[in-house]
């Protein structure tokens, strides 16, 4: 083991959680304290910070940490695409496996319908960078100011004419009286790594050790475990329409007449499986969830 633990930056606010609960399941426990930056992690080659997604990338980039979670738009937003190292792209929010999205959004009774629309008016956001680059694109010069928080209800005040901020489903923009006009980008979360450190052989083999767990405990979000006992005259019946990693598990029981059969599927095809698998004579349906699919 090395003497230097690996420098982990978890992301403060509204990842936070998601984070924590996402590393318990890949297995880190993290304790995080009121008015401490530095969680507590039951792993002796790591040290945690709780950083805000929004300056993560800088601190990896120059080397103040060694590994960090942040969005595709802060590492846009800061310029940082050419100073880390994308390890994993890791789907979820602080409500869902999902990516998010930026809009570009206005008052429902405004009269701005498009980009083109937004020629010499004034637009808030946080991703001011990015926003500037994607009305430039799109041939449109307009005054973007940074937002310090509250950003919807800059535009519902009329202190500015549109509004670019991140929405999961657009419920929270629509709430607030406002109307999605355009999408500015998608982002997800990103596994980054300082270069430096990602070169190191230690390092290299710790940050690819997390990530491949961290992706494992993402991807069992989506999977559970069917397992059932079948007639054996039945299995070429069932076996068509269930679906599996590779292929479903059959044993053979001590009664002959009946066989057990598992495996691994989506969770969104549970429901429509398990009235098809009980016609088709199986019993003892049972689904568990999964930790992780590696």
């Known amino acids: 083991m090395t003497t230097t633990p690996l420098k982990l930056g978890i992301p403060k606010g509204s990842l936070e959680q998601a984070t924590i609960e996402l590393f318990a399941q890949a297995g880190w426990h993290i304790t995080p304290f009121s008015r401490n930056y530095f969680p507590v992690v039951d792993d002796p080659e790591l040290s945690c910070s709780l950083v805000r997604p929004q300056e993560m990338a800088l601190y990896v980039a120059d080397g103040t940490l060694d590994l960090g979670l942040t969005g595709q738009d802060w590492i846009r937003e800061r310029a940082c695409e050419e100073k880390v190292t994308p390890i994993s792209l890791l789907e979820y929010s602080k409500s869902s496996n999902k990516p998010c999205r930026w809009v570009l959004a206005v008052r429902k009774e405004s009269s701005i319908q498009s980009l083109a629309d937004l020629q010499g008016k004034r637009i808030a956001t946080e991703l001011e960078n990015v926003t500037r680059k994607h009305l430039l694109e799109h041939g449109v010069e307009a005054e973007v100011i940074f937002s310090w928080g509250a950003t919807e209800a ?141």
């Not at 070429?236 to 990693?245: A, E, N, R, T």
């Not at 429901?271 to 590696?294: C, H, N």
């Open 154 to 294: 800059k535009a519902v005040e009329g202190l500015v004419d549109a509004i670019v901020e991140i929405t999961e489903t657009g419920s929270t923009i629509h709430a607030h009286g406002l109307r999605i006009v355009a999408d500015v980008m998608q982002t997800s979360t990103c596994l980054i790594a300082n270069p430096a450190a990602y070169a190191d052989p230690w390092k290299k083999e710790k940050i690819d050790q997390i990530a491949l767990l961290l992706s494992a405990a993402l991807t069992a979000r989506h999977k559970v475990m069917l397992k059932m006992n079948i007639p054996s005259a039945n299995l070429q019946k069932i076996l068509p329409f269930l679906p599996s990693l590779n292929a479903p598990t059959v044993s053979h029981l001590s009664d002959s007449a009946w066989l057990a059969v598992e495996t691994v599927v989506d969770r969104t095809q549970v429901r429509g499986l398990i009235p098809q698998l009980k016609s088709a004579g199986a019993v003892g349906i049972l689904e568990y969830d999964l930790k992780k699919v590696v």
